[in-house]
């Protein structure tokens, strides 16, 4: 399978910000050529109908959504004879990171694109958020493309300012809309594996039991650690673990605190314990990915 690379110096904003656009005017592919990319992909449909396959799964377009596809996930649009308009948006997240988003938004980020590889899961590994509306992430969109093309003073600062408004928007529509394992039917069992999911989300701080998880999703302890690692792909202790630290990591994105308090904040009781954990998870140990370079310090 054909690997597309965006980094290698075809878009020299991904070396210096982490950030590149590419717009495809009426683009047309009859053929499926599946491909990956070395990037973290936002695929913007603006019009036209066709297919997306993500994956192993393929989803119906009819422009309005954008498409999260991660590193190493084989993607591919199929058109018709009319074509597409698509946006793509590329984001190197190996090596920097997104603009900060207020705390009701950093909350769900991760649910579409996590802070780290380390933390791709079975729902968030391939994302669609389905707008009912594009309008205003297009205009957003189109604003790091032009910001980035056009190249005037203060350009890169400014598609930061635009990527973090457009990331805005993709939070607040999950957030009206919800998000759902694609392709997979709503069945009994999978709703209540969603209640459980969406507590640990937004309690991931809390210390909590198995026994109070199953009671809440009407379940036995066992069943629910079974089904819910085949739901998410990830027991419930990881999945609790992957909150905390990608809480932590958003957080030493633009605060000043001390480790330990970013630590105890994001339910961590023992400060040795969280930068074993973060280095495992992670690679880096928490001070030095503070230290890595930050997209929204750029031209500032």
Sequence with gaps: MKLVTKQQGEFDSLETIGLAAEYFPHYVNPVPAPHLVDVVLLSLICSGSGRHVMGDR???ENGQ??????????????TDENGMDILNIYLDLKHFTLPPLSPELSRVLPLFIPVHPAFYNNL????RIEFDNIEIPASLAFGIERELRERQPGCLAAALDYLRLFLG????????????????????????????????????????????????????????CRAFRQYTGQTVFEYI????????????????????????????????YFNRTFKRLTGVSPAVYRRQPAQSAIEK
């Design 124 to 127: 968030n590994r391939l994302v």
């Design 65 to 78: 959504s954008v498409a999260v596809t991660h590193y190493g996930e084989p993607h591919t649009i199929i």
């Design 241 to 272: 673990i992957g909150q905390r630290i990608q809480q932590s990591m958003l957080i030493m994105r633009h605060s000043d605190d001390k480790l330990f308090a970013i630590a105890w904040r994001c339910g961590f009781r023992d400060l040795s």
């Design 58 to 60: 393929v989803f119906v």
């Design 169 to 224: 928007e993709c939070c607040r529509q999950i957030i009206r809309t919800g998000i759902a394992v694609p392709g997979a039917a709503a069945t009994p069992s999978m709703l209540r594996l969603e209640k459980v999911r969406q507590h640990l989300e937004a309690h991931c701080t809390e210390y909590f039991t198995l026994d109070t998880l199953a009671a809440m999703a009407g379940l036995s302890k066992n069943y629910l």
